[in-house]
């Protein structure tokens, strides 16, 4: 969860209401403030006025910021957001943006806002490049998809172009340089082109902000140019822009950053980016932008959720006086989320606004109406004892992520297009990593042991818990199943090696089995069974396929079983 840093004395400016004096907030009020932010305290330097502060709630990047957390709290104290007039669609934009062909296959949308009559100051530098920050790399997946930059409104001619040039086409002082570079020399030299170069590693062309001076602005997402990029304190005339593969994500950043900058009192005028080709908004575009719907809730859900009768009156004031726009009908309301916010997904996100609005203390708990007795279910009965089992026999536990990537769970197996290696695979990804579900153990395992080569041998190691395995039968698709995973690797490892640990833990549990021959491609032939209880398979053993351990850099022989103990509850 986000971390930020921000100043006592400043967060109490943005508190204050207009033409009013900041007045100094006690430490226990301002802890009682961050409930409604789901923040926690984490330090308090008396002596700057510095805080930390954790924020618990991964779906409100607006929140990452001073600005964020004074508006919240101010909403609450004043019942209703303060308008914000940038947002109203407007027919036209004194300001113009320029997206060049060519520019869909690389990072194809960007948004932008002027902000004129704030003066930075030290403290506010320090937040807008703290917005920045947490803004490009924990929402924007390290700049993939978002990247934001800042710059002196008074150096830049508009239109302002997007466009697409060769690496030694343009050459510019980036920020932290003091001679001129090539886009080509920024990806080889500059600490920012090394640690985001990889974004572009396969582009021959690369994206480029410049004005109608064709002056260069910035080489997004990488840097900065120094002359017009580099804001100071005394500022008063600046120029945003966020560029990205995913247009709501970058107009959303766009927005909050023109809220927090109307919050410290600039007035923000929009910047209409013109597209060569339409896209869900148009081919002209005003930015900022209030993209959001209002969202029909039913009174219903709220009441049952929250477990008390509120009526649409105070569930109404509850979500204005955390920001919404709502209307109330007779059983439901018409709720609206502010134009910087953009995660409202299911009535319950709706709930826990209402809940936080109000106050956890105002709801009065309920006692259990029934009187159950916990226990463990008979598969984690099962579980537990093969783990127990398996410590006994000298093995280490391990524990895995059920999410892993095809290349780990298919293609490094041996398993492409067969039917071992079909997996239940996430819609709407957001990394390849992680995007598909395991549909056996050894995978996970070696995924260890490939990481384990510095550590003295022999290796033994064990890991129980759940996969999904596809059924087109099953309702969902796909059933989950627990399984029970075990690898032995030293330079003499052999198949009567493991089959003597599949036989001390088959006969504690008490279940008979056989083998019978089995080709499998992760396994080598001749030396690989299937496992059988009562005639019907349950698992696989055998030696490690030279050519797997080679895909996972393993350079010790391998010997593994996987037995599925879901199956083996009813058997034997």
Known sequence: MPTITIFKDDLESLLTSEGGVARGIPMAQLEDWLMLVKGELKGHNPETGELRIELQ???????????????????????????????????????????????????????????????????????????????????????????IGIYQLRNITFPVTYELVKPDEVRFTPLGMETAMTLSEILMVHPKGLEYGPILAVQSLLPILRDAKAQPLSF???INSREIGEVRVGDDELFVEVTGTDLRMVILSLNIFAANLADRGAIIEPVEVRYPTSTVLGTRVKTPQ????????????????????????????????YGYDVSAEKGSVKAKLPPYRHDLMHTMDVVED??????????????????????????????????????????????SNILGSPDQYCRAMRLEGTEWGRTVEVDNVMSLSFSCLR??????????????????????????????????????????????????AHATTHFSEIHSCLDVLCYYLGKDYSLEPLQHPSFLEGRA?????????VGVIGEVHPEVLERWQISMPVVAFDLNLSKLMGLG
């Open 529 to 537: 069974g299937r496992i059988l209880v009562s005639g019907k398979p």
């Open 220 to 222: 997004p997402p990488i």
């Open 354 to 399: 209402v809940a936080m609005s109000r106050g956890y203390a105002e709801f009065t708990p309920v006692m259990p109406a029934q009187f159950t007795v916990g226990g463990l279910s008979p598969i984690e009965q099962l579980s537990d004892r093969s783990r127990e089992l398996m410590v006994g026999l000298g093995f280490q536990e391990i524990i």
């Open 57 to 147: 709630d991964s779906n409100r990047p607006d929140l990452w910021c001073c600005e964020g957390i004074a508006r919240q709290i101010r909403i609450k104290q004043q019942g209703r957001l303060k308008p914000y007039p940038f947002f109203d669609k407007t027919p036209t934009s004194p300001h113009h943006l320029i997206v060049k062909p060519g520019m869909e296959q690389v990072r194809p949308y960007v948004a932008a806002c002027t902000a004129k009559g704030y003066r930075v100051t030290e403290k506010g530098l320090a937040q807008l490049i703290q917005t920045q920050e947490k803004l490009a790399d924990i929402f924007g997946r390290k700049r993939k998809t978002v990247s």
């Open 439 to 488: 549909q056996w153990m050894l995978p996970s395992l070696l995924r260890i042991e490939a990481a384990s080569s510095r550590a003295f041998y022999p290796h033994r190691l064990f890991e129980a818990g759940d996969v999904a395995i596809p059924d087109g039968i099953h309702e969902l698709g796909s059933r989950t199943e627990t399984m029970i995973g075990a690898l032995i």
């Open 290 to 321: 209030d993209f959001g719907k209002p969202a029909t809730i039913q009174m219903k859900a709220i009441e049952q959720a929250l477990g008390q009768e509120l009526g649409e009156v105070m569930v109404k004031q509850a979500l204005e006086a």
